[in-house]
């Protein structure tokens, strides 16, 4: 056991109760350097790979320690069973999960380190090692809404402008993805993607949320989806695509969830977005 304060008082627990004691700064806290550095010097650091410790409901954790995610309420039952399901999404076999709810919580967790795995975003553990936890790649860029011309000038020609170029990179990422990986983004909208600017304007997307997204292959002439199979949409195993087609798919999917969220904030009428969704041909060219 490893115990952490910032308190040096407390370094009699080691010699009371054999606990290895970690003297940290007060200000910081539990940084991962501090974390991994105690693994290293204590019998844990023995370990094959330094990750692979169960780390369950530590949610205070997840902030100082990075890009981190912490499940709720896990134990090494659950690890069973997370790695039955982990090796039939692995192989690129369809998992059912049934109605069982243990078994569709896992099944997500499966996808989202399975698929950062697939595009290099998984830092640790090991899907093979998951105990309750795993970090991911930081990536750089700035969200689209948080630019000056989204905020100035919502639904005007610039605006829709703005967000044209957006989709049409957006899609560059999810084809290069599928060519270079095999994996295809699914939930791809604003919210999930990054930006590096030019300027006022993206000149590269960089998609984020990888929990939502599925094989796919590359044949040279067409897109077609794998047998995943998600809980929580319609995955569209084997619907083939020419590059055109998956890219109008995309566009006609991303400013239709662009304009229902709108609609949602009350920022357009359901009326006057209907109207504008009828004819979709402008956003289609690059």
Known sequence: MLFFDSDPSSREVQERLGVKFELVSKNRGVGWEEYKTALERSVLGKSADLHDTLFCAQLALGKPLGHVKVMNDWSKELTHRFLQIY????????????????????????????????????????????????????????????????????????????????????????????????????????????????GDLPVKAHLLDWGIAVRMTWDGKRYIRGDDILVWADSEAGVKYAPEEFRQYWITWMVKTEYEANMNRNAITERDARDFLKDLSWWYRR
């Open 87 to 198: 090796a039939v999404t692995k192989r690129g076999e369809p998992f059912i999960p049934g109605n069982s709810n243990v078994d569709q919580y896992l099944s997500m967790i499966a996808f989202e380190l399975r698929n950062l795995d697939i595009v290099g975003q998984l830092k640790a553990p090991k899907p093979e090692n998951f105990t309750g936890w795993f970090t991911m790649s930081k990536l750089g860029g700035t969200p689209l809404w948080k630019t000056p011309l989204y905020q100035k000038h919502p639904f005007s020609v610039p605006f829709q402008s703005l967000i044209k170029t957006a989709f049409h990179l957006i899609v560059d990422e999810i084809e290069y993805t599928v060519q270079n990986f095999g994996i295809e983004h699914r939930d791809g909208h604003l919210a999930n993607v990054y930006f590096d600017m030019r």
